[in-house]
Each structure stands twice: as C-alpha cells, then as structure tokens.
C-alpha cells in the first residue's frame, strides 16, 4: 500500500462545476496535510494546509479533512479552465522526519 | 513572502560534467532545504533533506556520492550533480521550509537538466 493514494485520473468536469478530489493516506499518526497544484513543466504551488478535522475555506477552495477515516479532500468550486492541472496531495506522516510525502497526483481537466 | 528561487531553470550539459543547481530562499531563512526529483508524468520523489550547517540526509537509493548537496548558510543551497548521465536527465525541484514551528513547503520554480 502506498503511504499516500490519489486517483491519477483524469478528473474532467465542465466549467462552473465542483471538482472533488481525493486522498487516502496509510499513517494515522499524521499531523499535516496539504494540496499543491502543478501545471505542467512547472514546479508545485501551495494552494492550502490542513491541520484539524473538518473543512477549511478559502476562496473557491475547501480541504477537508477525516482522521479517523485517514481521508483528505479538495473541492474546487466554480471551477475553471484554468484550474486544469495535476493536484498533489502531501502529507506529514508520522515518522519524526520533516519531510512531506506526496501522492501521485490527480491531473485535473476543466472543460471550457 | 516565502519566495524559492533556482538557478539555472535549465541546463544542458555533456555526459560525464558536473552541474551545480542553486537553490535560494529570498524573503526568509530556510531551516531545512529539501531536494527532489520528477520524471515525466511522475511525482516528486525526495531525494535529500538539508539542514543548514550539518550533512544532508539522503533518501533510500539516492547515491550521495553522485548528488553532492550543501546547505551552506540559511538562504542557500545547493546541489550538484556528478558525472551526470543521460538516465539523470530530470526536473530537479527545491523546497524550503521557513523556521521549526511549520511544516509547510515553499518550492523553487526547478531546473530541468537534460544531459546527453
């Protein structure tokens, strides 16, 4: 089992719709959770961090997270073309280290 | 703020060269440097973790030998690629992390290094 599960995708949605992306990690110690986009040929960005239970808003993005079920989540309101990219989901697993571990990514297409 | 930069954003180079790849946080003093690698349609795989001031520790199945890295001061590190092949060919990508109380990572923009 890899430490941290995402669907590869892709995950295609019309414009305007909510895109609803997926983790799954393996290490239920782990403390810190986050989403980075990349486009391609580029290097990831920070788009939110997640600590705690529950959901986390900001702009049209809201993580989601579920400890007890070791499942963390994206949704993309309002979604649009421009959001079309790889989202990599990261995790602090519980190993001491500061070191993130990262899902292979779910590549994203918005559908203009 | 939390800007990484990288130096070069590309390199090509002869097989059997070195290649020194920057890595430079602008706006904070980075604690710990980490180093990746990405294949194409591939994730980013850790190679090292830097600490400014001591060795950096390598990922299992990373030679530290061939992938020389130096955290030299809190704004700068560096990594350099010996006796590069072609099957290192890569987008190598830095992050940094601001401080002891964050986990979050801010990466470089990458260098993609093409050897041939």
């Known amino acids: 089992q890899k430490e941290v599960e995402q669907n590869s995708g892709p995950l295609s949605v019309p414009e305007g719709a909510i895109a609803s992306l997926n983790c799954t990690y393996s290490d239920r110690g782990s403390q810190s959770f986050f989403w980075y986009r990349q486009y391609s040929g580029k290097s990831p960005e920070l788009i939110m961090s997640?600590?705690?239970?529950g959901d986390k808003e900001d702009g049209r993005f809201t993580a989601q997270l579920n400890k007890a079920s070791q499942y963390v989540s994206l949704l993309i309101r309002d979604s649009q073309p421009s959001d079309s990219a790889t989202y990599l989901c990261?995790?602090?697993?519980?190993?001491?280290?500061?070191?993130?571990?990262f899902g292979s990514g779910t590549r994203l297409q918005v559908q203009p | 703020g939390a800007v990484v930069s990288q130096h070069p954003s590309w390199v090509i180079c002869k097989s059997g060269t070195s290649v020194k790849i920057e890595c430079r946080s602008l706006?904070?003093?980075?604690?710990?440097m980490f180093w990746y690698r990405q294949f194409p349609k591939q994730s980013l795989m850790l190679m090292a973790t830097?600490?400014?001031?001591?060795?950096?520790?390598?990922e299992q199945g990373v030679e530290k030998d061939k992938f020389l890295i130096n955290h030299a001061s809190l704004t700068l590190s560096t990594l350099t690629v010996t006796s590069a092949h072609p099957e290192d060919s890569s987008f190598y990508i830095c992050?940094?992390?601001?401080?002891?109380?964050?986990?979050?990572?801010?990466f470089g923009p990458g260098t993609r290094l093409t050897v041939l």
């Open positions: 990261a995790v602090r697993l519980d190993t001491g280290r500061r070191a993130l571990t």
């Open positions: 997640i600590y705690s239970n």
């Open positions: 830097s600490n400014e001031g001591s060795k950096a520790t390598y």
């Open positions: 992050s940094a992390i601001s401080g002891t109380s964050t986990d979050t990572q801010y």
């Open positions: 706006d904070f003093q980075a604690t710990t």
